[in-house]
């Protein structure tokens, strides 16, 4: 079974523009979830998604977005980029379903600098 | 609200000696708890979790956590440390009563396992 796919790994994007991170979740699993990984300020979560729905957000600017389509993938955008964006943005999958929910699996996640 | 402390960040010992990493967590209701390991540059890597019914749990790699509620502790245990332990360790809730799925993660503990 393959496992959570992120795309791409490693970004260099100049301050003012905008990116666009995916996620390929693990087959059957409905539920995405993004991170962002910072060695100032950890792991901290971004929003999830569930059926194209986002049910849960972080305390993030707008400037930070995201999309899930029918098929499960998810992408993130982060527009107008800053240089404290720069991070590792991991993506999370879950089954997603009733309240036993399953652990979560991550991706290897992006490496986003920016410059 | 949900809240995860891992009151060392770095823990040193050395291969063939026992380790333990500590955690504990503050959350509205009845968690799910769980651990996470991560590489250089890589994502994290689920290790084991707790759910219900035994209060310790075996999960990868020989490592095994002992869940204490009325201490509201989790700690990472191993037996026998080696050298190839030596990684960052996160400790994460989640709360029994949500369907939402996101994690709540502490600030992740360096272990360092020495030949």
């Known amino acids: 079974k393959a496992g959570v796919t992120q795309t791409p790994r490693y970004l260099i994007k100049t301050r003012g523009q905008q990116v666009t991170l995916s996620c390929s979740p693990i087959?059957?699993?409905?539920?995405v979830s993004w991170y962002q990984q910072t060695p100032g300020q950890g792991l901290q979560f971004l929003f999830e998604?569930?059926?194209?729905?986002?049910?849960n957000k972080g305390n993030f600017p707008g400037r930070f977005s995201g999309r899930q389509f029918s098929n499960s993938r998810s992408e993130m955008n982060v527009s107008t980029l800053e240089l404290g964006d720069s991070a590792l943005y991991l993506c999370?999958?879950?089954?997603?379903?009733?309240?036993?929910?399953?652990?979560?699996?991550f991706g290897q996640g992006t490496r986003l600098t920016v410059v | 609200a949900q809240s995860v402390a891992q009151p060392e960040d770095q823990v040193n010992v050395a291969e063939g000696n026992p380790l333990t990493v500590k955690c504990t967590y503050s959350?509205?209701?009845?968690?799910?708890l769980f651990w996470y390991v991560q590489y250089p540059n890589r994502g994290l890597q689920f290790l084991l979790k707790?759910?219900?019914?035994?209060?310790l749990v075996k999960g990868s790699y020989g490592f095994e956590a002992e869940f204490n509620k009325s201490q509201t502790s989790f700690h990472l245990k191993k037996p026998s440390a080696l050298v190839s332990d030596s990684a960052l360790y996160f400790c994460?809730?989640?709360?029994?009563?949500?369907?939402?799925?996101?994690?709540?993660f502490g600030r992740g503990t360096q272990l360092t396992v020495w030949p």
């Open positions: 999370a999958s879950s089954l997603g379903t009733g309240v036993i929910n399953t652990e979560a699996f």
């Open positions: 087959s059957g699993h409905r539920s």
């Open positions: 998604y569930f059926s194209e729905t986002q049910r």
């Open positions: 959350v509205s209701g009845n968690p799910y």
């Open positions: 707790y759910i219900t019914g035994d209060n």
């Open positions: 994460a809730v989640r709360d029994r009563g949500s369907t939402l799925g996101r994690l709540y």
